[in-house]
């Protein structure tokens, strides 16, 4: 189990730029899949981005591809989501997500919350027009 804190979220206009980070702590950060999900207002929770535990694979919802980068440092048990021009339809509360993926079995992304066994608070990202 490890626990999450999620922070870098505010305010910025149509266009901007902002870099979400979700710190952990916790045994093992090098066996854990990290994902970003988001929840916007009346909608479902929706996954953005994800990245396996060794980092080499990647995958993101269409509509970020190319937007938003998702990246890890393990020695500092942290991964990051650079979200680069920014629209209003990007505004919601975005989660950290991490699932257990031991060593010795397939390294990749899921991409369902239910694949999602620890969680973080959640920051608010609001992009004005």
């Known amino acids: 189990q490890v626990q999450l804190v999620e922070s870098g979220g505010g305010v910025v206009q149509a266009g901007g730029s902002l870099r979400l980070s979700c710190a952990a702590s916790g045994r093992s950060f090098s066996s854990y899949g990290m994902s970003w999900f988001r929840q916007g207002p009346e909608k479902e929770r929706e996954f953005v981005a994800g990245?396996?535990?060794?980092?080499?694979?990647?995958f993101y919802v269409d509509s970020v591809k190319g937007r938003f980068t998702i990246s890890r440092d393990n020695a500092k048990n942290t991964v990051y989501l650079q979200m680069n021009s920014l629209k209003p339809e990007d505004t919601a509360v975005y989660y950290c997500?991490?699932?257990?993926?031991?060593?010795?079995?397939?390294?990749?992304?899921?991409?369902?919350?239910?694949?999602?066994?620890?969680w973080g608070q959640g920051t608010q990202v609001t992009v004005s027009s």
């Open positions: 990245i396996s535990r060794s980092g080499d694979n990647t």
């Open positions: 997500a991490a699932r257990i993926s031991p060593q010795g079995l397939r390294d990749y992304v899921a991409r369902y919350a239910r694949n999602y066994s620890d």
